[in-house]
């Protein structure tokens, strides 16, 4: 995986056949990633291997329940997987998500809806929410 100007994370392929899959794979990534952010599409359909503990798999899990343009607190979150009291572990996961967006942690917020904690940057998070609340406005 790269940005514009480094390389974020590199992995092995077996053979050709995994190879043109993996490249199948980041087209769909490219196109999907390409209708959210001209708001067309909602909700993503790209297969995610997610590597982390039971919890940690659980809390993304309930990320991915939380509706298009709507947040729910850390506290709600530590709810929808049966666990009121993980409050802070339900951040400490979130934290971990190497796929945000698809496996939207940005739609999590402080109990007083104040933007507390996002690995891209607080400032992205807001502008996530903005343009989702955007696009649901139109």
């Known amino acids: 995986m ?3 100007d480094a390389v974020l994370s590199a992995t ?11 490249v199948e794979i980041l087209e769909r990534a490219i196109q999907q990633f ?3 952010f001209k ?6 359909d790209l297969p995610c291997h997610v590597e982390g503990t039971e919890f940690q798999k659980n809390a993304w899990n309930a990320l991915r329940k939380i509706p298009y343009g709507e947040t729910k607190s850390y506290k709600q979150q530590a709810i929808l997987i049966g666990n009121e009291k993980a409050t802070r572990a339900i951040g400490n996961a979130n934290s971990k998500n190497k796929i945000s967006i698809v496996i939207p942690c940005h739609r ?3 109990s007083n809806k104040s933007l507390t904690g996002y690995a891209g940057g607080i400032d992205r998070k807001k502008w996530l929410l903005a343009h989702e609340q955007g696009v649901l406005a139109k």
Do not use: S
């Open 34 to 36: 390409d209708e959210y």
């Open 2 to 4: 790269t940005t514009d």
């Open 39 to 44: 708001g067309v599409r909602k909700d993503f």
């Open 108 to 110: 999590v917020v402080g």
């Open 12 to 22: 092995f392929v077996e053979k050709e056949a995994d190879r043109q899959d993996t």
